[in-house]
């Protein structure tokens, strides 16, 4: 049953601290996106990868937060310096090309006190 | 930027009854998709549908494009149904998807 990995599943950091987020997608899924869910703002996205490079990252905070994908098997959010208003759920989710379904993770619950 | 409303944004229904969920849109889309996100806060992709009619199991969505609105009918509503039902809609196909508020669902035994 494949299916998209993320770590931690909970996260509890004080603020300045550097957050990192780290995503398994599914093995062959080519693009990987970024979400986060929060009361007010609902799902945004935050940036996507497609064949490891980056597409499009408009919806993320560029000063703080950064996206990368070092290899097919991994993509990793960081927050540096985190802030109490980046508490959130964060997705992570996978997909191919041309099929236009997204797999979604489990999120991962950052909490910046 | 485009926009998605969802309707209503909440519902209440006894198990085994019918209920439809409403996506309007603001333009025309390439791209759209319902989710299914259960109490555990899983979010789970129910139907890729920028056009037409589709069917899984006691679950069924149609999109008229041309009206920009989807409907999502769910069928002998269950416990296990309960949660939030996003429509989530792009432009182009690149994967930029914009979801609504969400209909927060809640079936009672």
């Known amino acids: 049953d494949a299916r998209v990995t993320q770590t931690p599943r909970d996260k509890v950091t004080e603020m300045g601290q550097e957050v990192t987020m780290r995503c398994q997608p599914i093995l062959g899924h080519n693009t990987v996106f970024w979400y986060r869910q929060t009361m007010m703002q609902g799902l945004e996205l935050l940036a996507y990868?497609?064949?490891?490079?980056?597409?499009?990252d408009s919806g993320m905070p560029k000063d703080r937060f950064s996206a990368e994908m070092p290899d097919a098997t991994l993509a990793t959010l960081k927050i540096q310096p985190s802030e109490p208003r980046d508490s959130a759920v964060y997705f992570c989710?996978?997909?191919?090309?041309?099929?236009?379904?997204?797999?979604f993770g489990p999120g991962t619950r950052l909490t910046v006190l | 930027g485009i926009q998605v409303e969802q309707s209503p944004p909440d519902l209440i229904l006894q198990e085994g009854a019918n209920s439809t969920l409403r996506c309007n849109f603001s333009?025309?889309?390439?791209?759209l998709q319902w989710f299914h996100q259960n109490p555990w806060g899983q979010l789970i992709n129910l139907f890729y549908?920028?056009?037409g009619t589709k069917q899984n199991g006691r679950l069924s969505a149609t999109t008229v494009a041309t009206e920009r609105y989807s409907l999502l009918y769910i069928s002998s509503s269950q416990t296990t149904d309960s949660g939030v039902y996003f429509c989530a809609v792009e432009r182009t196909r690149g994967g930029k998807l914009i979801f609504g508020q969400g209909t927060e669902l809640s079936v009672k035994p």
């Open positions: 990868f497609r064949n490891r490079a980056p597409l499009d």
């Open positions: 333009d025309s889309v390439n791209n």
């Open positions: 989710a996978s997909g191919l090309w041309g099929s236009d379904t997204q797999y």
């Open positions: 549908i920028p056009s």
